[in-house]
């Protein structure tokens, strides 16, 4: 757990720099990234509790696997319905999908967190065709949500781990293009995402 906890924490330290850097807009923003540091202060509590209380890690990834996975299939249905599986609609023109968390556009980040710890669990037990399902199921869902800076997150992390892990390089890299090309037919046949990505960074650069 202790070695798990440590990656999580470099990753997330990846995460909040990258966001900063390139995504942050005004002062606002960069402020606002910085409380990304209580998912640190989730995972020393998790940890905690797991050794204190005998909890084995394995039902807890299960658990979350489940919730994720129906999550995302949820994120899918309100992306071609405009509507999730209990009426919450889209947002911001249809431009950004919360799924079960109606209003608040924390979809993505959610995704990005979780479904990374999740898919961790297939990887640590090397079930290397679980981890790669999965983990391409949640990067298409962070993409679908609209939300930039998760998306661009897990790209940066698949590449980076494609130059240094050489254990799942292939799969990454299998990942990688199964996302692009998600990527570039919904940019092809939807002005929606080519607003939110293409023309989005566009804006952003120039900003910048």
Not at 77 to 106: A, S, W
Not at 141 to 150: C, V, Y
Not at 164 to 191: H, P
């Amino acid at each position: 757990v202790n070695i798990y906890l440590s990656i999580m924490i470099m990753l997330f330290g990846i995460y909040i720099l990258f966001q900063s850097i390139f995504f942050a807009t005004n002062s606002i923003s960069l402020i606002k990234s910085l409380f990304y540091f209580k998912f640190i202060i989730y995972f020393i509590s998790v940890t905690f509790f797991l050794k204190n209380f005998n909890i084995e890690l394995k039902n807890l990834f299960k658990i979350y696997l489940i919730i994720l996975f129906l999550f995302s299939s949820d994120l899918l249905f309100q992306f071609f319905f405009k509507k999730n599986l209990i009426g919450y609609p889209c947002l911001m023109d249809c431009t950004r999908y919360p799924g079960m968390f109606e209003d608040e556009m924390i979809a993505g980040g959610y995704l990005f967190l979780f479904g990374f710890i999740s898919s961790s669990y297939f990887l640590i037990n090397k079930n290397y065709k679980l981890f790669s399902f999965s983990f391409l199921i949640f990067s298409i869902s962070i993409f679908l949500t609209g939300d930039r800076t998760p998306f661009f997150s897990i790209l940066f992390l698949i590449f980076f781990n494609i130059l240094l892990n050489t254990e799942i390089r292939k799969k990454l890299f299998l990942i990688l293009v199964g996302v692009a090309i998600v990527f570039l037919m919904s940019a092809y046949f939807s002005e929606k995402i080519q607003s939110r990505y293409i023309q989005g960074i566009k804006n952003i650069l120039n900003s910048s």
